[in-house]
């Protein structure tokens, strides 16, 4: 764990300042998780020229609006195919994508497998939350067994993705996952994601304070921090690959890695060949 | 304004293409640089066709996995600078309305190509239709104005790809190239060089500094210059409603001021966009109005109908959106009643009875899957005479 750029970085460097105050609710995860992304693109020098970020829509999406980059805020599920269009044309930008979890895994979900397979460079950010936040609370993807929400009044009766295995199985590049408590571990995954050369996929368990964590009375932030706390501990993947997903023991850090060929520059190399009479 | 610059006419090239293939090669040609698509007959010529061409123009050609992604990707590609298009049937068109909406809004220049087949659902996957006539127009949500075009031959298929791409650069619009099952894999011999406009646009970037900068703020042309990313903007798009800077809003009043100038933008430009031919229209009795491989059958019948004293004229919107009424009401003025020969079960006859209101407006519709014959036309035609001399 790495804070020594700690007091070098000024969050506010990144942050379009007209456009606070933010959105989000008092105690809201996604604060941090947007913290440690720009400290991670402060420690790597990335020029902020030379930075998309793609959202869709949801809290998650909103986040978009707030950093001082070239920022797009397209259609619900659709931003990592929005950002395979963009990092195609443009093999010169860092293209980043912040989604949510209904906005990645149901909506999205076919265009996530997809860029796990594909493998072009793109770094995306899933914050999970395990709910619909903006909409009021509906039940998502990812929100644990009979949890409640504002459509399962009863108790979710559905089992939910481990969207970690998920990347993995569709062959991604690079799988993480942490909390947004720990913002300079999670900075130095989201920086190992931006290093990738190829799809990185990392899942920022966030904490939805205001809807989810209300509904099911979790308590206030770091009350539903403790308690990540006690249900999460890192680990190596393989020792826990069959445990259920948030069954007391969830993995963080680097879940799965490999070094795939690119797509963006076997395609670009391909197509240089056939220029040259190689086919 | 952006400059058109008429590329010197090479020595006549001519080819025997399908319309497919001709659209292919007219996107090359136009810039594009970039193409996303789903596999869907009748329109997966074009895809392939690209996939080759492309890479030879150090161009991309990607296959997505779905219809949904294809245009969001177009649309991502063409936010990072590149012209783009994609190419679908039916099917595919209808999940592309909701990223087509989002290109209409943020207005990211993108040419989709819609080949008509037979509908609804997944309809007649390999036989003609002109029944997404009004889903051009209006398939996607809320309010927007767009651009469709609708070529009749494969020349025209050729030319007006080239214009599709010059009109969503310069008015930074998403534009439709509509045309049926039929000319899509009809094979006729185009010149390619001698005579075609190949136009070249480039969008208005944006320029000047940084801090004055508004992506949405358009001086009196209406059309905002746009951000290259890395220029040095770092500016938001967003598909929510949004001020001048970009940013979403709920005010009242820069939403009302937002879309109007979203209109205003294709309306003030009338005389630009709209297109359209007329064949013995002066001193037609009987006006047809149809496009594509309808209008192609409408011409021999009028020939016909004329040899045996029927004056019977022809009105072809090749611009079909917005639709070039005024042109329609100058050509019908004299005519005793109008004929709409379609493929569908009347949506180009609505649009007509809307801009001639009052006047007599008649249907030939057939949607069997089958083109509609010249015989068929000629006898709509003769008897239409009879009812009104
Ligand atoms: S609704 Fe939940 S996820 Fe959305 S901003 Fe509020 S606390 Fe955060």
């Known amino acids: 764990m790495s804070i020594d750029t700690a007091a070098a970085f000024d969050v506010t460097d990144y942050l379009r300042k007209q456009m606070m105050p933010h959105f989000l609710c008092p105690g809201c995860g996604h ?108 039940v998502s993807p990812t929100t644990s067994q009979s949890r409640l929400t504002t459509t ?57 304070t205001e809807i989810f964590g209300r509904k099911n009375e979790m308590g206030s932030s770091p009350e539903m921090m403790m308690r990540q706390k006690s249900e999460l501990r890192p680990s190596a993947y393989r020792d826990t690959v069959d445990t259920p997903f948030r069954a007391n023991d969830l993995p963080t850090g680097i879940l799965a890695r490999n070094d795939r060929p690119e797509y963006g520059a076997a395609y670009r190399s391909a197509a240089a060949a056939a220029r040259n009479g190689a086919r | 304004m952006n400059v058109v610059s008429a590329m010197p006419a090479p020595a006549a090239d001519v080819r025997l293409l399908s319309g497919n293939h001709a659209c292919a090669l007219a996107a090359t040609a136009a810039g594009c640089r970039f193409f996303a698509g789903y596999p869907i007959t009748p329109s997966s010529e074009i895809a392939e066709r690209l996939s080759l061409e492309l890479p030879k123009v150090d161009g991309v050609f990607v296959q997505m996995e779905d219809e949904i992604a294809a245009m969001a990707a177009v649309i991502g590609a063409s936010m990072g600078g590149l012209k783009s298009m994609t190419a679908t049937s039916g099917p595919g068109f209808s999940l592309k309305q909701e990223n087509l909406g989002y290109a209409a809004g943020a207005e990211i220049p993108c040419v989709i190509v819609n080949v ?32 469709a075009l609708a070529p009749a031959s494969v020349r025209e298929i050729y030319d007006e790809t080239i214009r599709a791409f010059d009109l969503a650069e310069l008015y930074r619009t998403p534009v439709v190239l509509l045309y049926d099952q039929v000319i899509a894999q009809l094979s006729e011999t185009v010149a390619l060089g001698a005579a075609h406009p190949r136009g070249r646009v480039e969008r208005k970037w944006a320029s000047g500094p940084a801090a004055d900068y508004k992506p949405y703020a358009a001086d009196g042309d209406a059309i905002p210059a746009m951000p290259l990313p890395g220029a040095g903007y770092r500016t938001h798009t967003t598909g929510l409603t949004h001020a001048e800077d970009g940013f979403p809003t709920q005010n009242p009043e820069a939403v009302t001021r937002n879309l ?130």
């Open chain 2, 260 to 389: 109007s100038r979203l209109f205003s933008k294709l309306d003030g430009r009338r005389d630009a966009i709209d297109s359209w031919e007329t064949i013995h229209c002066e001193d037609a009795e009987i006006v047809i109005v149809a496009i594509g491989i309808s209008a192609r059958a409408a011409m021999r019948a009028i020939e016909e109908c004329r040899a045996k004293g029927v004056r019977a004229g022809l009105f072809r919107p090749v611009t079909l959106w917005p639709f070039p009424q005024a042109a329609l009401r100058e050509a019908a003025a004299k005519a005793k009643a109008v004929l709409v020969p379609e493929m569908n079960t009347g949506q180009l006859r609505l649009e007509v009875e809307r801009v001639l209101a009052g006047a007599p407006v008649k249907g030939l519709n057939l949607f069997s899957g089958e083109a509609i014959a010249p015989a068929q036309i000629a006898a709509s035609i003769t008897a239409l005479a009879k009812e009104v001399r």
């Open chain 1, 152 to 208: 399962t009044p009863l108790g979710n009766a559905e089992p939910h993705f481990d969207a970690c295995a998920l990347a993995t199985a569709a062959g991604a590049g690079f799988v993480g996952r942490e909390v947004t408590r720990h913002v300079p571990k999670l900075k130095e995954l989201i920086k190992a994601g931006l290093r990738h050369e190829g799809f990185a996929f990392i899942e920022i368990l966030s904490d939805c």
């Open chain 2, 116 to 147: 008509m087949r037979g509908g609804p659902s997944t309809g007649m996957p390999t036989r003609p239709s002109q029944a997404d006539i009004m889903q051009a127009r209006w398939g996607s949500h809320g309010d927007y104005p767009l651009i």
């Open chain 1, 31 to 138: 604060g941090m998780a947007l913290r440690a992304l720009l400290w991670a693109i402060h420690d790597l020098e990335i020029d902020k020229d030379a930075l998309a970020v793609v959202s869709g829509i949801g809290c998650a999406g909103r986040l978009s609006a707030y950093i001082d980059a070239n920022t797009f805020h397209v259609t619900h599920g659709r931003p990592i195919a929005y950002a395979t269009g963009l990092a195609l044309a443009r093999p010169d930008l860092h293209v980043v994508v912040i989604t949510g979890d209904g906005d990645c895994l149901a909506i999205g979900g076919n265009h996530l497998i997809h860029a796990c397979r594909r493998n072009l460079k793109l770094t995306c950010l899933m914050l999970n939350n395990e709910v619909y936040g903006m909409t009021g609370g509906q």
